[in-house]
């Protein structure tokens, strides 16, 4: 039988094998995940966060990190160690005067936007409302009001954080720096975050967002329209091209229901009546089949993209140097033949305020790319999974001459150590290294996107 793990004075709930609720708790987004912790620990504190470290670090055993589950990695469960699970943490204090927050790691989006905007206030947030703030926040933070208010990262105060040696500390700008450095790109390596502080920002009850739908046919031609656009966008307007299929729904015009579509997904973050002129030109062009674009509250904004927890999902990513007319006529044709009706293939414009923090500032890897190319891709059947993946890689070659060589650690599944290591650079790579040798030299934290000690 296997070895039973208890934690005296752990406040929150152990989940053991027997516990009618294990399995559900130890379910991730990523349906291929089938992963048996001895323990789920659902902390309530960060004094559990540290029981929990301590016993593992005692047996030996291995520790995986819970936020929101949301990594296609599925590193978020473990087989046979323990999964901090931070489910139990959801407290958030904003204080509307100061614009700041102090959230507890283990909300995820939908509560963090719900909270921050009965306030009148926002943040750039994960796409979608059940991903973990956690997960996403270390792994950098992209989402659709980042050309206007940065990285999530870039938006981290401070962080409350349980080491490797079970110790609890601050990383700011003036306490632990270094350490406040890697956890802003540096993925989970350097500590359980048990709870981050962030810059909020005002935002109007409604802003201009929704989608502009195309025909399959017709996304080379957009997407060339909308790269020339996003040349000279404000950062008021984030946005990307989305490669789907368009769902049987009423808002969907009959003749493009259930068929292959290109959609302008957009956001402009700001006055909606600003935004409209300012849009007016995307919007004429085409024109598109279905304009779905109109003054929306950001939460409900933020649950309009893709959600299919428990398929079988293979994702990966790219950063683009460029984006020339070459590049699209061949990239355009993946919108003919999505891999299934649960994919979607993301182009995101980069640039804004993200691009204008130095690239030293924070761990994350590639801040100057114009172009964040994201295939997410999922399906029901496992029996799918081997032919499928070979389509998603397949099509992901064809941007491959305009890739960077750098990818965003959150967009991709497990793709190898060289690939991880790549997306820094060297000189960013040697600078984790070092980092991780100081914080966790015995590699502690390597259930995750790892760098390995020096
Ligand atoms: C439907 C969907 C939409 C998404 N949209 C976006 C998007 O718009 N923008 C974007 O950037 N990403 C997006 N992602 C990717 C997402 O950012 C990553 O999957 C991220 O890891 C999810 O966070 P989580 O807390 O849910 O992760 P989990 O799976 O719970 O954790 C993943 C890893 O993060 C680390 N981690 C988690 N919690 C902590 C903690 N408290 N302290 C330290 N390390 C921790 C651990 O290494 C852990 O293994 C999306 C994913 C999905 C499934």
């Known amino acids: 039988m296997d070895q039973r793990f208890e934690l005296p004075g752990f406040s929150g709930t152990l989940f053991h094998p027997d516990h009618a ?45 819970f936020g929101g589950g949301h990594a296609v990695t599925g590193t978020a469960v473990c087989d046979g160690g323990i999964c901090v699970d931070l489910r139990g ?24 936007d719900a909270a921050t905007t009965a306030r009148g206030l926002a943040m750039t947030g994960g796409r979608n409302p059940t991903t973990g703030i956690a997960g996403l926040t270390v792994g950098s933070g992209s989402g659709w009001l980042e050309r206007k208010f940065g990285y999530v990262c870039d938006n981290l105060i401070k962080a409350e954080v349980v080491t490797a040696d079970g110790r609890q500390v601050i990383a700011s700008d003036t306490e632990n720096p270094d350490l406040f450095w890697g956890l802003r790109g540096g993925g989970g390596n350097f500590g359980v975050v048990t709870a981050f502080h962030f810059r909020l920002y005002d935002l109007p009850p409604a802003i201009l967002g929704g989608v502009l739908l195309y025909p399959a046919p017709m996304a080379g031609a957009v997407l060339k329209n909308f790269r020339d656009f996003m040349q000279t966008a404000p950062d008021e307007v984030s ?22 579509v290109a959609m302008l997904q957009l956001v402009y973050a700001g006055d909606p009546e600003e935004g409209a002129r300012v849009l007016a030109s995307l919007r004429a062009f085409g024109p598109p089949a279905a ?7 950001y939460t409900v904004l933020q649950t309009q993209g893709g959600n299919f927890p428990g398929t079988q999902n293979y994702w990966t990513a790219d950063f683009l140097s460029q984006l020339p007319d070459e590049a699209i006529d061949a990239y355009a044709k993946l919108a003919l033949t999505p891999i299934s009706p649960q994919s ?18 924070t761990a994350f890897g590639m801040r100057t790319a114009p172009w964040n190319v994201h295939y997410i891709c999922a399906w029901t059947d496992p029996a799918d999974n ?3 993946i070979e389509r998603v890689k397949a099509a992901a070659s064809v941007l491959k001459p305009w890739a960077t060589g750098r990818v965003y650690l959150n967009y991709i599944g497990d793709e190898g150590q060289a690939r991880i290591e790549g997306s820094f650079g060297a000189e960013k790579l040697a600078r984790l290294r070092a980092l991780k040798t100081k914080w966790d030299p015995q590699n502690f934290f390597r259930h995750n996107q790892n760098i390995r000690p020096a």
């Open 291 to 297: 304009d779905l674009l109109q003054p929306t509250p």
């Open 239 to 260: 946005g990307g091209m989305v490669f789907t299929t368009a769902p049987d729904a009423p808002f969907v015009p009959p003749p493009a229901r259930g068929q292959p």
């Open 386 to 388: 081997a032919k499928n």
């Open 344 to 361: 979607a293939i993301i182009i995101v414009a980069g640039g804004g305020a993200p691009s204008r923090v130095a690239e030293e500032a």
């Open 21 to 65: 609720d294990y399995d559900a708790s130890r379910k991730v987004y990523n349906g291929m995940i089938d992963r048996r912790p001895a323990v789920i620990a659902r902390c309530s504190s960060a004094a559990d966060v540290v029981l929990a470290v301590n016993l593992a670090q005692a047996k030996g055993l291995t520790l995986s990190v």
């Open 89 to 112: 943490m959801k407290r958030i204090d904003i204080d509307p005067a100061a614009k700041t927050c102090r959230a507890e790691a283990g909300m995820n989006w939908g509560e963090f």
